[in-house]
């Protein structure tokens, strides 16, 4: 009962054009000012998130800056000095003075040997800060999305959270690692070498002005088009990796039904769509980088043209005119370096989108300012007239009013979409009621703090998850450091202890990922265990039975009962042989308790559940 995924920020939604009406003039403004204004926002966030994560370096930035001044101004001085050589230490050295030639090439030596440890110095130094960023963001991402709500969950598919974390931050360990470094050197490069060019020769600096326009005009045309081709080619890898998860996690279905041409068809479609955007990519960044280089060169051949007619009449030594050119040259070659980086900065900005997008989610289930101490909960629920929706979705219970004593255990019965799944969300807080309250012991429950709320209510899907490690730790989850012997009492209270020693290593097996060393059967049971051991005052079973098979099942009935005695239990189950063990029966539809009795009592009556338990008599007959 989720809610349809929304598009990403950075992935407006578009209209086929078919289906698209020619909008006024004025809603065609109004929809290009909300864009803009959409647009500038998620830029905004995304400066915002990166600026949090680099105030608290700024020390060692602002000694990274230090490193590469002095490493720029090392790298600068090598043309000038080289003209003082060719103009005053050559002609020194014609007439026997040895000196100046000493002089001028120590210092040569001098700034080149600074100028390259200073350079070293800082690529280490930018190299720790970005590694500090990327520890940083890596685990807030994997916080932040920890403390989303379920409902997130539901709708935001695991193949995008994969490629927040993997793909996205990869992008953006490629421009942290590499393209900043370069990126601040070449900027201080050029701005070193401009100031000494027109100090050495302003004559010179003016052909340097003249040929920044061209160059400024094609950054700004490769600015724009590249900014839209590198968020495109993030949304296409995005979507590959999607299809990818999506297969491989449910291969069996994929198999089972024969589906493997169709599968490869629609990721072979979206692995054309990433080679397509980034061939736009990379002919777009064919045609920028050639025409830089051309600009550099045509300005080296104008400024050694008309250098070398001033030389000519006299108006320009031949040092100054070599320096001139050494800087003309050197100038243009950062400007190349700035478009690589440009590359990795578009598809970093993308990436950066996507992840400030994930981290700007905000929980729906929120933790409450001034919680309730609920220390030893004793197990008593009501639901006060709540009314619930998932997001602006139709009414799933309406004004449902009901008491669960402390103690009871429930079975809800019903056909599907009749809620029972909905109210056992709402019991155990993944969402909360969109009117009225669900208490706990007299208390609301949004009025408990998370770790009372879940030591006191446990919940056990039909999806029993094993993570990898071994039998004790995934027994031991909701009850971490619990003694060997309450773990192994857990296993026997269920009927898993038998199963588990027959493994390899007891309850040292390795259970794998996904628990592939066990059962479905066996994984339930050992989910059983996990919450026998935790000990809540309610337990919710959600069709926790139905990996069950029936010899399995019969086994797990006496495990059952000793997990439901002494708390509150509500059992969401098909099968009426573990509604059987229930003290009440509630038989749901369309949100509605309809009928409300125990279990003999409804199948004594002719209503839905009598007629449920009688086809189900029917079958084991």
């Not at 900043?180 to 900027?187: A, D, I, M, N, R």
């Not at 777009?284 to 000519?312: D, E, F, M, S, T």
């Not at 446990?458 to 094993?466: D, F, G, K, P, R």
């Not at 004790?472 to 971490?480: V, Y």
Request: hydrophobic share 45%; proline share 4%.
């Amino acid at each position: 009962m989720s809610r349809p995924s929304k598009p990403e920020p950075s992935q407006p939604a578009t209209s086929r054009p078919d289906d698209r009406r020619r909008p006024t003039d004025a809603s065609a403004d109004d929809t290009t000012q909300l864009d803009a204004e959409a647009s500038r926002e998620v830029r905004s966030r995304s400066l915002r998130l990166l600026g949090e994560l680099l105030r608290p370096r700024r020390g060692a930035l602002a000694l990274a800056g230090l490193l590469v001044v002095v490493s720029t101004l090392g790298q600068v001085a090598g043309p000038w000095l080289v003209s003082l050589a060719i103009d005053s230490a050559v002609p020194d050295l014609m007439d026997g003075d040895v000196d100046t030639l000493v002089l001028v090439g120590s210092a040569y030596l001098v700034a080149a040997v600074v100028g390259g440890l200073c350079a070293g110095a800082y690529v280490r130094q930018a190299a720790r800060i970005a590694q500090g960023v990327l520890l940083d963001l890596r685990r807030r991402v994997f916080r932040h999305t920890q403390l989303l709500s379920l409902e997130f969950h539901e709708s935001y598919t695991s193949g995008r959270i994969i490629s927040r974390q993997t793909s996205d931050l990869e992008a953006l360990r490629e421009l942290l690692d590499g393209g900043l470094t370069g990126v601040v050197s070449s900027l201080m490069l050029m701005l070193f070498t401009g100031l000494s060019l027109f100090l050495l020769d302003w004559r010179s600096g003016l052909v340097l002005a003249v040929a920044l326009v061209p160059a400024w005009l094609l950054t700004r045309w490769f600015q724009k088009r590249s900014q839209v081709f590198y968020r495109e080619q993030r949304t296409t890898s995005a979507r590959l990796i999607v299809k990818f998860v999506e297969t491989m996690t449910g291969m069996r279905a994929v198999q089972a039904f024969r589906r493997e041409s169709t599968t490869e068809a629609d990721y072979g479609r979206l692995s054309e769509q990433y080679r397509d955007a980034n061939l736009n990519t990379m002919g777009l960044n064919g045609r920028y980088q050639p025409g830089l280089v051309l600009i550099g060169n045509v300005a080296v051949a104008v400024a050694l043209a008309l250098g070398g007619w001033r030389v000519y009449s006299g108006g320009l030594d031949v040092g100054v005119l070599v320096a001139a050119l050494l800087y003309v040259k050197r100038f243009f070659q950062p400007i190349q370096q700035l478009g690589n980086f440009y590359n990795s900065f578009q598809s970093a900005t993308a990436a950066l989108e996507k992840v400030s997008g994930l981290l700007a989610e905000e929980p729906t289930v929120v933790e409450p300012r001034r919680p309730v101490a609920l220390p030893h909960a004793r197990g008593a629920l009501r639901l006060d007239h709540v009314t619930f929706r998932y997001g602006d979705g139709p009414v799933v219970l309406p004004d449902l009013d009901l008491t669960l004593p402390a103690g009871q255990t429930v079975a809800l019965v019903g056909t599907t979409g009749a809620g029972k799944s909905t109210l056992a969300k709402l019991v155990t807080r993944f969402y909360d009621a969109s009117e009225g309250r669900v208490q706990l012991d007299g208390v609301d429950v949004r009025d408990l703090s998370t770790t009372d709320l879940r030591r006191a209510v446990v919940m056990v899907t039909q999806e029993a998850y094993l993570f990898s490690g071994s039998v004790r730790e995934n027994i031991a989850l909701g009850r971490p450091g619990a003694p060997q012997a309450d773990i192994e009492a857990a296993a026997r209270a269920v009927g898993a202890h038998e199963f588990i020693m027959d493994m390899p290593d007891g309850y040292d097996t390795d259970v794998n990922k996904r628990g592939g060393r066990v059962s479905a059967g066996q994984r339930q049971l050992l989910s059983f265990a996990r919450a026998f051991l935790a000990d809540p005052a309610v337990l919710v079973l959600d069709e926790a039975t139905s990996s069950l098979d029936i010899p399995g099942e019969r086994l797990v009935q006496h495990g059952l009962q000793t997990l439901l005695s002494d708390r509150t239990a509500i059992i969401i189950a098909h099968r009426l042989s573990t509604v059987a063990i229930a003290d009440r029966v509630l038989v749901m539809e369309h949100g509605r308790v309809i009928e409300d009795g125990t279990p003999d009592e409804l199948a004594a009556g002719d209503g839905h559940y009598a007629a449920l338990n009688a086809a189900w008599q029917d079958s084991l007959v």
